[in-house]
Every structure is written in C-alpha cells, then in structure tokens.
C-alpha cells in the first residue's frame, strides 16, 4: 500500500456524484462565498494590527504594507481559484493535494489545517470573551472571576464561561445547514463593514496630511516588515473553498467568493490605515485598541461605541467561519476514512455534517474554555502558509501533469504567480520563531503516529491501486 496513492479528480467528481440528493445541500452563491471570507478575514485585525504594525514597523507607509501583503496574498487566492474550480469538494487544500502530491501529504496537510483551524478557533474564542466581559463590566455585570478565564488555580479561574457559551451556541447555528449558516454570517459581516466604514467616513473629516510625513520613516525595509505582519492579517481566506460542495455553481462562484473576499478585505484594511494614520501620530498608535484610541483622540466617543460593537461582532464572525471551515475538512477527511467515517455523517433534515460540526464545538469549546492559548499564536499562521505552499505548488505541477483538466478558472503567468505564492510563504515561514516550529514538528510527529495507526489501514484507497 504505498502512502503516494493519490485520489485523482476523476474519482472525486464520481464520488460526490454518487452521493446525489444524499449529499450536502447546494445552497451557498457568490456573495455568500465572498461573505465568508470577509467574515474570516476581517476580524480583530483591522481593528488591533493596524495601530501596532504602524507604530514599531512602517508608520503611515503600512498603507503600502498592506497593499504589498494583498498583492502577494492575490498570488495564493488566484492559486486557490485555479483548484477550486477543478476540483468543486469540500477540503480546500486538504483535497487538492489528495490529487496532487499523494495521501500523506494530503493527511499531513489535513492535520495541519486541523491545527490552524482549532487553535484559531480557540484562541478567537477566548479573545471574544475578554471583548464581551469588557463591555460587560461597562454596565456593571461582573462575571464570577472563577468563570472569567481559562484553567489557572494560581489566578483562581477555573473555567472562561463565556468562551464555551459562544462556540456552542455558533455551533448549534452550524449544525442547521450552510444557508441558514451563511445568512447569519453575511448578516453580521454587514454590520462589521458598515461600522468600518462609519470610522472611515468620520475619520477622513479629521486627518492631517502632516500625519502621513515621514510617510516611511523606518525605510522601504519597514514597509516590507510591515507586509510580513499584514500578510497574516489576510489569513482565512481558504476557508471559503471548504464549502465548495454546498454552493450551486462552484466552477464559477468559488472562484468568484474567494477573489472577491480578498478584494474588499484588501479596500477595507488600506482605507482603515490610511485614515488611522491620518489621525493620528504614528507614533501614538501602539496601542491595543488604535481604531477606538483614535477616536477618542479627536473627542468623537460616540463612534467609539460602536467600535466596539463592530470588534465584538467582527470577532464573532471570525470564530464562526472558522467552526464552519473545521466542520467540513473532518467531513472530507472522514470521508475519506483518514479519521472515523462517523465525521462524514449527514443530518438527514438539514443537509449539514452534524457529527463534524459538534465533533468541531466541543473539542474547541474545551479548548477555549480550559487552556490558555495565546503563545500558540504562531502555529495558526504556519499551518496557513504551508496549505497556501502546497496549493500554490499544486496549480504548477498539474498545469505540467494534467494539462487536460477542465479549468473554468486559470492563474495567469504560470508559474510566475504561484512561483511567488510559493517564495512569499516560504519566507515568512522561515522568519517564524523557533518554539513554533518545534510546536509544529510535535503536532505533525503526532498526526504521523495516527495515520500509519489508523488512517493508513482505513483508508477508501487502502484496496485500490495507486492513481
């Protein structure tokens, strides 16, 4: 049985043929795509990053860091495009390289995006109830400090209430199907826009262009750290190819939900950094709330009100995709019986992968709600940058390999482009610090130990011959 086998896009398309009307659901269009990846991407970064890259990296040429990061991310999500208009299965890059590079790297790749996306989630819930507990507190609710925090006797927190309460309750709402899913997303995703473009229109009353010189007063070479900060900014965007077997016309709209995602990602993040900076002295702006500092800089607390409204609710669509992107990459892998084939269960009246979706809420729940997580940080954005490595790399081997596959969607100037996918990531890989790469060599020594233990032996390809 060699571990190579790859499961070719012939047998994938067959696959979810054969599952008819017992398959997933084909509810999700273009904008429910796009607001997806909005409501993954934009989330406590634009209103958190911006101030501090800004400060200690670019001042105002972070305008020109994030111009530079979205240019390079369009790079990945063009690759991304490529992919999911061939192959229209729920995974992402998982499945890509399935039919790429063979099972173990798709299991290897599997497991690593099960760690971006859980500790992601985690470590989104945790920050969504410092957010809550704050405004909380602004109207006098203080919640039982043993509750407040994850497992720490020494402090006497025992338990972050509010963190379990938020993923189990998001993840009931994901448990009820894609469109039901996709509204309430696209709902709160609306109201985060609009509280940012609120700032946006009121802050362009009060900037000085005086703010903008020295436009990079750390030199080209800041800009270019700056990118590198701006660059994990856009991560999670990948989440909206996971539900490419819920949307009614994945060959053009997956490419479209995830190029348009990218793009108003890209427009609300420069358009905030432009005015912030504007405002305000670079130099004022390490702080951990610059969006809300800035107006209360220019006497405008009212706005700052609903800032914090549009965090909170930011936040919450962040954690929301990212239990809906988790759900579905256990479906495919289940499906695949790389792990228990119970994941690849379907609830009969909603269409939805029911066991995966609580399977995802509970093992995060726990998670958020007992262990601290903020030092793992860094393992979300290298278990991003190896899946946008391999999907990148994946776009020039087939263009050489299967040159026959219909491609409703083709990255220009290959290989340029996913050339540059490829080096960009590679980059900022190897610029991460060293106790996360060993984390990561942990996690994947791990996730090797399950796969020649189980998933090898369970494998849907385990009696057949290799593609």
């Known amino acids: 049985m060699s571990v ?5 896009i012939a047998f994938m398309l067959q696959e979810k043929a054969a599952e008819g009307s017992r398959g997933m659901r084909k509810e999700l269009g273009a904008f429910d795509l796009t607001m997806l990846g ?19 990296h670019a001042g105002p040429g972070l305008i020109l860091s994030f111009l530079l990061a979205g240019i390079l991310c369009a790079f990945c999500a063009l690759c991304y495009a490529e992919f999911a208009s061939m192959v229209p299965v729920s995974g992402s890059a998982y499945t890509y390289s399935y039919a790429t590079f063979g099972e173990i790297i798709a299991w290897v790749l599997g497991w690593d995006m099960i760690l971006e996306y859980g500790f992601a989630a985690s470590m989104v819930a945790s920050g969504w109830s410092g957010y809550v507990q704050g405004l909380l507190a602004g109207f006098g609710i203080e919640i039982p400090k ?15 209430l509010p963190a379990v309460v938020i993923v189990l309750l998001l993840t009931y709402i994901v448990s009820r199907g894609a469109k039901e899913s996709s509204r309430l997303n696209s709902l709160m995703v609306l109201v985060k826009v609009a509280v940012i473009i609120l700032f946006v229109v009121i802050g362009a009353f009060y900037i000085k262009p005086s703010n903008w010189t020295p436009f990079m007063p750390f030199g080209f070479g800041g800009v270019v750290t700056g990118a590198a900060t701006a660059f994990l900014a856009y991560l999670g965007f990948d989440v909206v190819a996971t539900a490419a077997e ?43 709330n610059p969006v809300a500092f800035a107006l ?8 700052a009100g609903f800032i914090s409204l549009g965090a909170i609710v930011g936040i919450t669509t962040v954690l929301f995709v990212l239990l809906f992107g988790q759900a579905r990459l256990f479906f495919a892998i289940g499906r695949d019986g790389l792990l228990p084939e119970k994941l690849s269960r379907l609830h009969p009246k909603t269409g939805a992968p029911s066991v995966s979706t609580w399977t995802t809420g509970i093992a995060v729940a726990v998670f958020a709600g007992l262990i601290p997580l903020n030092k793992l940080a860094d393992l979300v954005s290298i278990g991003t940058l190896f899946a946008f490595i391999s999907v990148s790399a994946g776009v020039m081997i087939l263009r050489k390999t299967r040159p026959d596959l219909t ?25 991460l610090p060293q106790i996360t790469w060993i984390a990561f060599l942990i996690w994947m020594a791990l996730g090797l130990i399950v796969y020649f233990a189980y998933g090898r032996r369970h494998s849907r390809l385990a009696d057949k011959p290799a593609d």
């Open 146 to 160: 043993e509750l407040s925090s994850a497992l720490n006797p020494g402090a006497g927190t025992y338990l972050d």
């Open 4 to 8: 190579f086998r790859k499961k070719s």
């Open 407 to 431: 491609r409703a969607f083709k990255v220009p100037l290959v290989p340029w482009i996913p050339l540059l996918a490829v080096v960009s990531c590679a980059y900022l890989l190897i610029n």
């Open 38 to 56: 909005v409501g993954c991407v934009v989330g406590t970064g634009i209103f958190v990053l911006t101030g501090v890259a800004a400060a200690k």
């Open 296 to 303: 209360q800089f220019i006497h405008q607390n009212w706005v």
């Open 246 to 288: 819920e949307v009614r016309n994945p060959q053009k709209d997956l490419p479209r939900g995830i190029i348009g995602s990218l793009v108003v990602c890209s427009i609300l993040y420069i358009a905030v950094t432009a005015v912030l900076t504007g405002m305000v002295p670079y130099t004022m702006l390490d702080v951990k």
